[in-house]
């Protein structure tokens, strides 16, 4: 990406409307854009995370009457509640701008004015329907049976006298700019959206209004005020100064406008135009990501309580439900919020896979090099290995976060975090210790606790608070960097154990914290499984009509089901139920007959817990107890425990039945106990 080469870095979410509450949707924008600016501030960038408040525009004006308070009144109330909630998912935004701040409303007339002296702003007759839930005008063809395709509400015909932008003369040179800049609209199937868009003709823009006066007055003209959009785009650069001050020189072009697709269509086609008009260099990059469903239906409104951002960060804990959000979507296609698939991920990639690591190298150094990092000595083969895994691991993470795909950079990650666990377990600095060969043994922690090092470092973006925390667990208290350096922990700093970094959720704590949230135990939100959308469109506001494709690939206007689940083929389960099957491998460690039951074995395996679990299987008709040990198996670790001949079983065995007798699943790889099947 060419942002490389630069030193500053700006990157912006849309400023969200003012009527609503910080939701799921918003806080995932406003993580993704703290995920990268964390990153490039590793990486020694000067950068600029900027987000806000959209607070002018019929439908705030709206929404303070029915509230009861005269409209700026109204703004400070509602604007509150965002800020704590992004200080409360440890976002870190470096301005938050809001549109009825006077640096905004200077600069926005001076844009204006500027693009009214090119004579691209006009003033002329508008007729055609409008919908304030969507700030937007529809033709008649666009309005299904009179009403607003998103809202599905009458829309209202308006004809009153407005300023226009010429939007219908930039056409070609939108179309110029795209073939320039081919990866301006990314993902890159968005970017052949907006310009089949633009390819198909554009109308001039209505950009003022008269019918409210809710908004920044016209240069010259106080009968009529700007269009929330115009207003809303410009905040890209007012929070800049406008042109010509020092921020706008260090930080213009923005680096990427992280926005929804339901917003590209503003982002993409309007903005660049006005900015043309405006003779402004244009963003490099927007990027739309998908949307959010939860549990596989839209957000009503009842459903976001359920997944109220900040609750779930109090429950989860934030760094949990960062990573979550990162990791499990697939940044730029849609994805669904699940309990079941956040508990999943917390156990299997934080405790277990990252958590586990941590926990046992700690150990491990504790137990057998005096509890201080040792020194690297002479690297091994298998030290030089994992090095080399790291480097490769850094490199690919680095280009997967440049290239706005964090799910993939923490898949990277993890796959490192997978090698230093068969590090561990292929060294097996025990087996050093007891024979005495002291140098290996401490070259191998080294190791182990570099590659932890570098691991922590490159979660820092996603996980700030955790990552921290790992760090300071292994000694290395420096400020972080990344590239890092091989070799840069110090040896003879004390390493700290703590407690585990991520708790495992067992099916007690998960029912536990199901109840916290409102939720059911099935994981779906029991805020409400009807169809219905609740009544006030700022609540519960399907996205506005402004896709570029705005019937394609929009999420369904109403609550119904997602259409994915209704054409469910009878008889399959969504991935859902299946997420929540907690399958691992585990090890056997033991294994005894059951006394007086012909059938049954009592086994104690390594199921990645810490500590033995014990499980009863009814497999004894065909294995003998020792065949059994040393075995690695897949367990289903989240089964309740039931009580077998009085033994309880915490989990259940998987096992084929052949001829009458049980066949239990083996893998032969020395996969570490507790790794996930998926
Ligand atoms: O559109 N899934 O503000 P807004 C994913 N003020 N992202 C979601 C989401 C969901 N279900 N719901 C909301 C506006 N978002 C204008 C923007 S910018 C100059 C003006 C996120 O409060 C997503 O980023 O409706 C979407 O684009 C944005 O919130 C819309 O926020």
Known sequence: MDSANRTGYFVTTPIYYVNDVPHLGTAYTTIAADVFARFHRLRGRNVRFLTGLDEHGQKIAEAAEAAGLEPKAFVDRMAAPFREAWAALDTNPDDFIRTTEERHQRVVQALWSRIAATGDIYKGLYEDWYCTGCEAYYTEKDLVDGKCPVHERPATKMRTESYFFRLSAYQERLLRFYAAQPDFVLPASRMNEVVRFVESGLRDLSISRANFRWGIPVPGDDEHVMYVWF???????????????????????????????????????????????????????????????INGQKMSKSLRNVVEPRRLAE??????????????????LDGDFSHAALVGRINAD?????????????????????????????PGERERALRQAAERTAAQAADEFEAYRPHRALEAIWALCAEGNRFVDAAAPWALAKAGRTAELHSVLYAALEALRWIALMTLPVMPGKARIALSRIGDVLPAAWPATWGGLPSGVKVVRGEPLFPRIDADREKELARMLGIGTEGAAVGDRRSTVEGAPAADRPPPAAAVAPTADRPPPTAAPNPERAQRVEGTIPYDHFAKLELRIAKVL????VPKADKLIRLSIDAGDGTPRTIVAGIAARYQPEQLVGKRIVVLANLEPRTLRGIESHGMLLAATHDGKPCVLTVEDEIPPGTRVS
């Open 350 to 378: 934080l405790a277990n896979d990252l958590g586990n690591l941590l926990n046992r190298t700690v150990a491990l150094v504790e137990k057998l090099a005096g509890g201080t990092v040792p020194p690297a000595g002479e």
């Open 590 to 593: 033991a294994a005894e007959k």
């Open 315 to 332: 429950c989860y804990g934030v760094d949990a439900v960062r990573y979550y959000l990162m990791r499990d979507v697939n940044f730029g």
């Open 231 to 293: 207003d809303a785009l410009s905040n890209y650069v007012s929070a800049l100064g406008g042109e010509g001050a020092p921020d706008y020189r260090s930080f213009w072009p923005a680096d990427v406008h992280l926005v929804g697709k339901d917003i590209l269509r503003f982002h993409a086609v309007y903005w660049p135009a006005f900015l043309i008009a405006a003779g402004m260099p244009l963003p490099r990059h927007v990027f739309a990501h998908g949307w959010l469903t």
